[in-house]
Structure formats: structure tokens, C-alpha cells
């Protein structure tokens, strides 16, 4: 149970420290309540794996568990469907509550990758966000 607690702690962390640019944090918009949760949840991710995701630091050989966890979050923010595929223009809307609307369309544009499953190409698109990051702020 404590472990739980953790991990739910740390994901929360996670999207209240390393996703804020401008305008809001992700953690306060009113959709993210809750998938978090469910996500932790469904994914089985590690406690290790989510203090990494919650410190912002790089995976270099993430586990499916992880990279489900990243689908699960996005697909919930309905920025992915079902089968992986990134849907563009809702991520660009989205992206516009965390930062300005050109570095958000010219993100989407960047990061607009595919792999060979749903939870990696989430994990991917993810990645490719966080580098962006780590270059740019």
C-alpha cells in the first residue's frame, strides 16, 4: 500500500514539476484528474520508473510497463487513440494550456513519431517532449 501511495505521489510530482510552461500546470488542468490513478494502475509501472518520470530524468531502456504507463496517460488525455496513432491537432490544442502556441505547434510537429506499438510510440513521443525540454529551458 505505501508503495502505491508512492508511486501515485511521484507521477503527480511528475506532472506538476516537469510539464509547466507558461500558461498552467499540467497537473491543474481539470482532465488530468484521476488518469494518473487509473494509469498507475493499469500500467503495473515500477516505483522506480516513476521517480524517474517524476524527477524528469531520461530512461535510457524503459520497460513496457513504463511506456504503457505514458499510452495509458495519453490516451486518457485523449492525445492517442487506441491504436497509438498521436492525434496532432488535439495534442497542439492541448499543448497551447502549457505553453506558447507557436513552440507547441512546431513541438508537434518534431516530436510526430511512430513505433511498432502503442506504448512504445507514446514513450517515444514523450522522450522526444522531454529532450525538447532539456534543450530549450
Do not use: W
Not at 17 to 38: D, N
Not at 77 to 97: I, N, Q, S
Amino acid at each position: 500500500m505505501a508503495a502505491r501511495v508512492l508511486i501515485a505521489f511521484a507521477i503527480l510530482t511528475f506532472a506538476g514539476q516537469h510539464c509547466v510552461r507558461g500558461q498552467t500546470e499540467l497537473s491543474e488542468l481539470p482532465e488530468v484528474k484521476g488518469y494518473k490513478l487509473h494509469c498507475i494502475e493499469a500500467s503495473g509501472i515500477t516505483e522506480t520508473s516513476a521517480k524517474k518520470l517524476a524527477a524528469g530524468e531520461t530512461i535510457k531502456d524503459p520497460d513496457q510497463a513504463t511506456k504503457c504507463f505514458v499510452q495509458c496517460f495519453f490516451q486518457k488525455l485523449r492525445l492517442v487513440d487506441e491504436t497509438g496513432v498521436v492525434l496532432k491537432d488535439k495534442l497542439e490544442v492541448f499543448l497551447t494550456k502549457l505553453m506558447d502556441a507557436d513552440k507547441a505547434k512546431d513541438y508537434v510537429k518534431q516530436c510526430d513519431l511512430r513505433r511498432t506499438n502503442p506504448c512504445d510510440t507514446a514513450y517515444a513521443v514523450y522522450d522526444c517532449y522531454l529532450g525538447k525540454k532539456a534543450k530549450l529551458f
